[in-house]
């Protein structure tokens, strides 16, 4: 990232911070819930089975773009990269932990359910800081953008004037 004199910083701290603390307790919740799933394998239905071995692969790959795309958007001021860390959490991350942490098929132990609720606190309150993050981030883009519109337009302004 070019850092210009006058140019202000706008990544969050805060943000960078939650991602910072989600990426060493993901290994840790990781671990739990493989552990957890393999206590609980063979008293689960075939269908269930299926669906948690499939949520937590899709859950792995998930947290794993997740937390590299907002690492990317917070730091480097991407809002793409940003944005799309905020999908990934709104839309896959957060429906597929309610759903494990909701369905009364699947039999959750306390370990799973104190993992699985700190987990969620992590990925809500990134979706939070996410969004002031890329308002922040627009309106700063936004700025600039306007601010070199008006310089090029008063370069065209004093070419015509010499």
Do not use: D
């Amino acid at each position: 990232m070019e850092c210009y004199p006058g140019q202000t910083v706008v990544s969050s701290l805060a943000l960078q911070m939650f991602l910072y603390f989600n990426c060493y307790f993901f290994p840790f919740w990781w671990a739990c819930h493989i552990v957890m799933l393999e206590l609980k394998y063979f008293y689960l239905s075939t269908y269930y089975r299926i669906t948690l071995t499939a949520l937590t692969v899709v859950m792995t790959l998930v947290e794993v773009a997740r937390l590299y795309l907002g690492y990317l958007g917070n730091l480097q001021e991407k809002v793409p990269a940003l944005a799309g860390s905020w999908l990934l959490s709104l839309l896959l991350q957060a429906p597929m932990l309610l759903f494990h942490l909701c369905n009364p098929h699947l039999i959750m132990l306390p370990v799973e359910w104190a993992t699985g609720l700190l987990y969620l606190a992590f990925i809500v309150t990134e979706i939070v800081l996410s969004i002031r993050a890329l308002r922040r981030l627009t309106a700063q883009l936004e700025e600039r953008f306007h601010l070199a519109h008006l310089h090029l337009h008063q370069e065209r302004q004093e070419g015509q004037n010499a």
